[in-house]
């Protein structure tokens, strides 16, 4: 057996679920059709603070914030009537140079160590990849496809062919993982279909260079720009913040194919600009926005993740994020049993939080999706107009675009406040999570909820104190652990203590003990140990489903 774990797809998906893997001990092979250091797409341009809690656990946060735009250049949201037109609207998030320490925008107030960061695919992936290729516990296959993906009852294998010679292997692991994109091979292979809406946005999108654009910017410029006006809708996304930009068409809903517009002509009235502007297209990057979520995401020894499992409008950058999220869900788990601590009952938790989750984001996504599209689409023709009434129109259309977009943009609520209420692997109380929206969001304890973070007194983020795995949290040093502890060691469960030796803990912190998941997700809380402490860890491991 190559390695306890086949990941098919070596995106930002793939990628993370084999060094998250890898942080825990399991070894794993990952699959990947390209070639070795061939570019990525630009699709990806944004990197939610969840996944930079994540790439900050894995130890190179700092690697992933230096990258991308330059450090003065603003993260802003800006709505105008062409890209090079006049401005109606901003939302303001700060560039890499003041991220931590300007609080005045829509997210500066979020109870994290690591904001998000506006980077795109074409530098973030290289990062992981190279991370990945270095690290002693991971195999990567560049320029290899999986023809076929199956299981027997004691293992799952790939049957892979090289894209350069046509050699065929097969390849055999414990377990297997397909991070394989929304075509997704794997999906197939354990007959699960995807159901929802097929088509929510056709979206024409070019990948531009023009050395030229930023200099006919009026005013700041802006990481995300829309272009609001009668006739077309569109925005234009800075990748490099110099010269490499990413121009969004938006497809009215009667143009059922990407060629049903001039795509030069769109780009430049997007952009603002006349028929001898200067650019140059790079490539075409052409995508459906959609709203499926997969029937189920696992048959015994294999699983779906990412796209694999889901597709939906990527708003609020919870495409790939949310693909992050699956494979940091299913690595515990999976490193969990691998390792002896855990039974493969365990498992079993995968689907039981991330599917339920996974549907309401997409509703979420889908909703906006609605709203925003709505919006654009209803841009009156004198919007662009040199007069007093032309003027406070575009005030007016600037304020609800803000008010609307801000929600994606500063999803505070699709970060942090999701919770697994009905998961197996939580011990519930009689207190309900506080619901949460996109934006919204209230910090928890409530079994289920994530660990709301806060600096201690020494100066270290709580998060960087936790255990690798579970942890035990007692704010109250008087309070007894003994008995968890003694359980824990009985199991062979990991349990790491950690005494909160300060009185300035958020409101949330209302009991004095608090077990913590790998996943950072609250599983237990108490005034005090149960009586039988033991009986809580086989739940909380999987031992009693």
Known sequence: MESQVLIVGGGPVGLTLALDLAYRGIASTVIER?????????????VSSRTMETFRRLGFAQEVRAAGLPDDFPNDVVFRTSFCGLE???????????RFTDKSGPDGWWPTPEPPHRVNQVYLEPILFHRAKSNAMIEILNEWEVTQSGQTGEHAFAVIR????????????????????????????IGAKLHGDAVIQRVQSTHIRAPDLLGRVKGRPAWFNYSYNSDRPGSVIAIDGIEEWLVHCYLLPHEETFDSV??????RHILGVGPDFPYDMVAKEDWIGRRLVADHFRDRRIFIDGDAAHLWVPYAGYGMNAGIADAVGLSWLLAAHLNGWAPASILDGYVAERQPITDQVSRFAMSHAAKAIKERNSIPSNVEDDTPEAAALRAEIGRKACDLNVQQYACAGLNYGYYYDESPLIVADSEAPPAYSMYDYTPSTVPGCRLPHFWLADGRSLYDALGPEFTLLRIDRHVAVA????AAHALG????????????????????????????????RGAAEPEDAASVLARLTGRMI
């Not at 070639?35 to 990806?44: D, H, I, L, N, Y």
Request: charged content about 30%; overall charge positive; glycine content about 10%.
């Open 34 to 46: 390209r070639p070795a250091g061939e570019r990525p797409s630009v699709k990806c341009n944004h």
């Open 88 to 98: 109606m609207g901003r939302i303001p998030i700060p560039g890499r140079a003041s």
């Open 162 to 189: 090289d894209l350069r010679t046509g050699e065929e292997r097969r390849l055999s692991a414990l377990y297997l993982v397909g991070c394989d994109g929304g075509a997704s091979g794997v999906r197939k292979s």
């Open 262 to 267: 001039d795509r030069d002509r769109q780009i």
């Open 483 to 486: 008995g968890f502890v003694d």
């Open 493 to 524: 469960c990991p349990l790491a203590v950690l005494d909160i030796d300060q009185s300035d803990v958020p409101d949330a912190y209302r009991y004095s003990l608090l077990i913590v998941r790998p996943d950072r997700h609250v599983a237990w």
